[in-house]
């Protein structure tokens, strides 16, 4: 009955959806009067089954809609991280430095990914490197690093092989978003960047061609989140990227004549012209075509976007996308399986703050936190501005529970930039990683400012919808200290507890070991698409444990700037099996299997057997 009455409590939280409106429209006169248009067309169309309430024509058939339940019957001892990064051969210090001024240096750099070069089972490290003004003016840098993995020891093992591996192309490196674009089962890279972006083909054997002019997807200006997922469905992955700001490297402004930040000369991006946002259809030939006008998700009003995530959150089996805009209000896009797109995201109320402030938004991530069978999304900040819960309550409505959830307070001061769910002590129930720092060490000559270098935060989900912060017992803040950006999930050594690697700026990553010791068990799935994309993005997966239902889907790009493990990753508690496992592919179709032993890492090829391709060592 406690679980009904939290449940109740939630919905009965001060009127979120009217006083989301009162602030929504105020915001909007600030803001542009576009907005007031679209508020009034959502309005309309939440009157009646509109462009808002779609009929899946293929849509999936699984709803696990019902109570979250509590913790079930995992155990819970404590978290525990090791950063092995040096011992494990991720060394390469990027050209870069601390003492950022212009938006251009503050804001680039940054992404990290996680994925598999060779298909020879054991993650690769991609870490996107930074750069300077005068180096970018000089022809650059090297865009990403590329850290193969090679050992077979209890700490992985890595070398850098980006020279060899083909990955030559300078520039001044942003975000990473990988996904196999053309079907061939190797994982390609996207990397964004200031300048142009680069879009490396997978030859195999992680060598990699820039193919980027014939592809066409060079974007130019100022690009940070890129994402992919197939939004029309036809067996291709598509790719959506956002832009920041318009900065011309070649004519800074003197930031001794802005008034700068309390004093301190940098430049601040909230005067700055923003930049539209690109959706590439792939033709399938290789090469894309920019629909983003079209499909309505090109950003007229030029907000500064920041992060980017797909996700189905109205569980109609098309794709949806969430992007954060910094200084302006985030957009979800609903997809209206038409290749286009509607905006809700300050009617929906993920675009705004729990009462409605505008605030600088950095990265987002979608998870089923509470086990009631929908997405919410998770969205971090600027500093001085708590980080968001949207939890989803169905029907295109989220509410804002951060507070409740016992997040917002922890998160205030910090500058929070990657983050991401997962389920660090295989309990079942998602936990949050923020990676936090301020984005100049200029900052540190002001005695109230939050310091360049700040704690990394874990929140450990209680199963209640409340959280609790771990990270410095957990051992993530043992020193060295960074300041932080982006962030990949991923079980790195294949033992069944996800680990982590974290952007640090002007130095080598930071990859955390999970060295956790519980009788929990769990399970990870990689997908194979036959039909559907190869490397099954957006594809879903329930897990129903006699304890517990979960479900996530595969993505290519998050966090800021970053890309998570594709392989999805689920905590089983105390139950060695799982009653049901179903697959919901993108191509509409469905498989179920039953009575699936967990503690093993399964292959699923669409329309086959499920294959166990390693088991992991019993809890
Ligand atoms: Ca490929
Ligand atoms: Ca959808
Ligand atoms: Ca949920
Ligand atoms: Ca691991």
């Known amino acids: 009955m406690q679980k009904a009455s939290k449940h109740r409590d939630l919905l009965e939280s001060p009127e979120p959806v009217k006083r989301l409106s009162a602030t929504a429209l105020l915001t909007s006169l600030i803001l542009c009067i576009c907005v007031l248009s679209s508020f009034r067309a959502f309005s309309m169309a939440g009157n009646d089954d509109g462009p808002l309430m779609p009929k899946a024509q293929n849509g999936p058939e699984i709803q696990v809609h019902g109570e979250g339940k509590g913790f079930g019957n995992a155990v819970h001892s404590g978290m525990y991280f090791r950063d092995v990064a040096s011992q494990a051969g991720l060394t390469t210090v990027p050209h870069s430095r601390t003492d950022r001024r212009y938006v251009l240096d503050t804001m680039a750099g940054g992404g990290i990914a996680l994925f598999d070069c060779d298909n020879d089972g054991k993650l690769d490290i991609a870490v996107v490197n930074d750069s300077t003004i005068e180096r970018y003016l000089a022809g650059g840098d090297l865009m990403i690093t590329l850290y193969h993995q090679d050992g077979n020891s209890p700490t992985p093992h890595f070398t850098d092989i980006t020279e060899s591996a083909g990955l030559t192309t300078k520039g001044w490196g942003m975000g990473i978003a990988v996904g196999d674009f053309d079907n061939d089962g190797l994982l390609d890279i996207y990397v964004t960047g200031y300048g142009h972006d680069v879009l490396y083909h997978n030859l195999g054997n992680c060598k990699f061609e820039d193919v980027t002019k014939k592809a066409g997807v060079a974007a130019g200006g100022f690009s940070t989140g890129a994402a992919w997922a197939d939004y029309n469905r036809d067996g291709l992955l598509d790719l959506f990227v956002a832009r920041y700001v318009h900065t011309d490297a070649r004519h800074l402004p003197d930031p001794g004549k802005s008034k700068g930040y309390k004093g301190v000369l940098v430049e601040l991006p909230d005067s700055l012209a923003g930049e539209t946002d690109f959706l590439f259809r792939n033709r399938g030939d290789g090469t894309f075509e920019d629909v983003s006008e ?26 949806d996308l969430f992007v954060t805009n910094d200084g302006g209000w985030n957009f979800l896009y609903h997809n209206k399986q038409d290749g286009t797109f509607e905006e809700i995201g300050i009617p929906s109320g993920t675009g705004l703050g729990p009462a409605g402030q505008n605030y600088g938004n950095m990265a987002a991530d979608f998870a089923d936190f509470d086990h009631d069978g929908r997405f919410d999304l998770f969205v971090t900040r600027f500093g001085n501005q708590p980080a968001s819960l949207y939890w989803n309550r169905g029907n295109h409505q989220f509410t804002d529970i951060a507070d409740k959830a016992k997040i917002a307070a922890p998160t205030v001061a910090p500058v929070k930039w990657g983050t991401g769910f997962g ?41 209640n919808r409340t959280f609790e912060e771990i990270a410095d017992s957990a051992g993530i803040n043992a020193p060295p200290l960074y300041s932080r950006r982006g962030t990949a999930i991923g079980d790195i050594n294949n033992d069944g ?18 060295d956790t010791r519980n009788l929990n068990h769990r399970v990870l799935f990689r997908l194979i698409g036959t039909k559907s994309n190869r490397a099954a993005i957006g594809a879903r997966v329930v897990v129903v444990t006699p304890a517990m239902r979960q479900m996530d889907e595969v993505r290519a790009g998050g966090s800021y700037n970053s890309t998570n493990d594709v392989r999805l990753h689920f905590g089983l508690g105390l139950d060695a099996v799982m009653s049901k496992v179903q697959v919901q592919w993108p191509s509409g179709a469905k498989q179920e299997f039953v009575d699936v032993p967990g503690d093993a890492i399964y292959e699923i090829t669409e329309g086959q057997p499920m294959r166990r391709t390693a088991a992991l060592s019993p809890p």
Request: glycine letters at 10%; hydrophobic letters at 40%; aromatic letters at 12%.
């Open 294 to 319: 079209r499909a309505g998700v090109n950003d007229p009003h030029k907000l500064h976007g920041m992060g980017v995530v797909w996700g189905d959150y109205d569980d109609d089996g098309w794709p």
């Open 423 to 463: 389920n660090f002590d295989n309990d079942g129930w998602p936990d949050i990683l923020i990676a936090n720092g301020n984005f100049s060490s200029l900052m540190d000559t002001l005695r109230d400012e939050v310091r360049f270098v700040e704690p990394i935060q874990l929140f450990r989900n209680l199963g």
């Open 497 to 514: 507890q996800l680990d982590f690697v974290v952007f640090n700026v002007n130095a080598p990553p930071s990859l955390f070991i999970n």
